[in-house]
C-alpha cells in the first residue's frame, strides 16, 4: 500500500522561508517520477515542480528561482525549498509519484501553507 505524507508547512510572512518534505512508504522515490503541486481555496490544483526518475527538474513558472525540490534517495523522501515566499504561494501543497510499473497517480493529504503579507 502506497502511502506518502507530507510536512513542513506552516505560518510564514511574506518574504520568509518553509521547506516542505514528503516521505513514502510502499514505493520507492528515486525509481519513480514525482511532483509537488498546490491547491489555493477557490483554484484549480496546479503544478509547482516535478522531479523525474532520471534527475530532470521542472518549475512553474511563478516558482521558478525561488523554490527547489529536492530527491533524498537513501531516506525515501523529497523535499521542496521555497524561499522569499510571497502571499500568492498560500495553499495546501500536495506531494505526487508517479508509478513507473503502473502509471497510477498517488497523492499525499497536503500541508497548508499560509503566507502573511
Known amino acids: 500500500q502506497v502511502q506518502l505524507v507530507e510536512s513542513g508547512g506552516g505560518l510564514v510572512q511574506a518574504g520568509g522561508s518553509l521547506t516542505l518534505s514528503c516521505a513514502a512508504s510502499?514505493?520507492?522515490?528515486?525509481?519513480?517520477?514525482m511532483g509537488w503541486y498546490r491547491q489555493a481555496p477557490g483554484k484549480q490544483r496546479e503544478l509547482v515542480a516535478t522531479?523525474?526518475?532520471?534527475?530532470?527538474?521542472n518549475y512553474a513558472d511563478s516558482v521558478k528561482g525561488r523554490f527547489t525540490i529536492t530527491r533524498h534517495n537513501a531516506e525515501n523522501t523529497v523535499s521542496l525549498q521555497m524561499n522569499s515566499l510571497k502571499p500568492e504561494d498560500t495553499a495546501v501543497y500536495y506531494c505526487?509519484?508517479?508509478?513507473?510499473?503502473?502509471?497510477?497517480?498517488?497523492w499525499g493529504q497536503g500541508t497548508q501553507v499560509t503566507v502573511s503579507s
Open positions: 522531479s523525474t526518475r532520471v534527475g530532470f527538474t
Open positions: 510502499g514505493i520507492i522515490f528515486s525509481m519513480n517520477d
Open positions: 505526487k509519484v508517479t508509478s513507473k510499473r503502473t502509471g497510477r497517480d498517488y
